[in-house]
Nanobody, 126 residues
Framework: QVQLVESGGGSVQAGGSLRLSCAAS?????MGWFRQAPGKEREGVAL???????NIADSVKGRFTISKDNAKNTLYLQMNSLQPEDTAMYYC???????????????????????WGQGTQVTVSS
């Protein structure tokens, strides 16, 4: 069972930046970031396949960047120009195998991931 541990969340003012990290207990396939705000459904934010191809949600494109360090089994999410609507619990997810998922509809993306972290809270104030 792969363990995922997120860190880096916090409270910032609008326009600020945060970098989330997700440490995996072992090597995995594709990895991604999802978020869920109170009263809203979970949504995909960004994902990266094992060939480093990415898919970024339109709502954060140009502001968020996903990357990974394979040597450390760690996933990152650099979040710039944060806005109050970015406030949510952010979850790291991973899947086994070598299949690519970046072409899957972002709205369905969560169905393709097997392992989930406990989440890290991001709060953006105006």
């Amino acid at each position: 069972q792969v363990q995922l541990v997120e860190s880096g969340g916090g409270s910032v003012q609008a326009g600020g930046s945060l970098r989330l990290s997700c440490a995996a207990s072992e090597s995995t396939g594709s990895m991604g970031w999802f978020r869920q705000a109170p009263g809203k459904e979970r949504e995909g934010v960004a994902l990266i396949d094992i060939d480093d191809g990415t898919n970024i949600a339109d709502s954060v494109k140009g502001r968020f960047t996903i990357s990974k360090d394979n040597a450390k089994n760690t996933l990152y999410l650099q979040m710039n120009s944060l806005q109050p609507e970015d406030t949510a619990m952010y979850y790291c997810a991973a899947r086994p195998g070598t299949g690519r998922v970046r072409y899957v509809d972002m709205a369905q993306m969560a169905l393709f991931f097997t392992y989930w972290g406990q989440g890290t809270q991001v709060t953006v104030s105006s």
